[in-house]
DNA sequence: TTGACACAATTACAAATGTAATCCTACAGT
DNA sequence: ACTGTAGGATTACATTTGTAATTGTGTCAA
């Protein structure tokens, strides 16, 4: 399953809002947009059909205007988009791009706490690389 | 400053390429590119020449060719790349992402200890959120 | 000397992307 | 009925990106 053309950044933008909206129109998304991200309505017309074409996004009619809805799960999206990257950015090794994480983002003492558990539910777990 | 346009994902991966030759011509990029990646020698040369032309490779003549070498460091596109995708994906969020590349990116328990060492490093430092 | 290469520089071009101008039409009001 | 308009669908277009065809030029073999 060559799993279908990948997204643009603008693309990406806007199917998060439609991944948040469940199911929603033009407008709607439109509307959600975050104040100051200046964009025509038009725009996220374009990019609704894109991502629509691209087969990210499911649509149907609603009157005379098309509602849409997410098609692929966000996991997935995920999935390929940082797969993508460590592969551009690290040569596919998933450690480099971890230790640039834990080096150069902020963490509060809280997160740190949570990674300690993820690790931990690692190690038990069934996932060896 | 607004850093230099961005990379594309040619780009990258050329870019990668310089810099681990330090110093090169296109003849030796070309030649570096991993086996089975078919692309051709003037493709390669402009990749070069839009890497100079934005900022992230410095150039040099050498004769009658030209020889480029990095002039951003790896760590700062690493950096721009790795925010961008955390704003793109997660609206700049970074737990979300460790969660993810933890959960469905394999790790060797080798890899796990160093993680914990990483973790154990950032408490003691100075680096809180 | 004279081509014929080998190499590198230039130029070209189609597809993808970011963005919006334009076009269409049901409806509210006169 | 007629018309301006709001909301949405279409079409358009410049830029960026991936990729290569062309073009220019020293150099060496005949």
Known sequence: MPPRPGLSKAELEIARIVWELKDAGVRQVFEALPPGRDIDFA???TY??????KGYLNVRLEGRSR???PKVRP???IRETVGEMVDLLFGGETMPLM???VEERKFSSGDIEQLRELLDRLEGGSDEK
Chains 1, 2 share one sequence.
Do not use: A, D, G, N
Not at 48 to 53: K, Y
């Open 43 to 45: 725009t996220v017309q």
């Open 48 to 53: 609704l059909r894109r991502l629509e074409e």
């Open 67 to 69: 509602v849409y809805s």
């Open 75 to 77: 996991q997935t999206v």
């Open 99 to 101: 230790k640039h994480l």
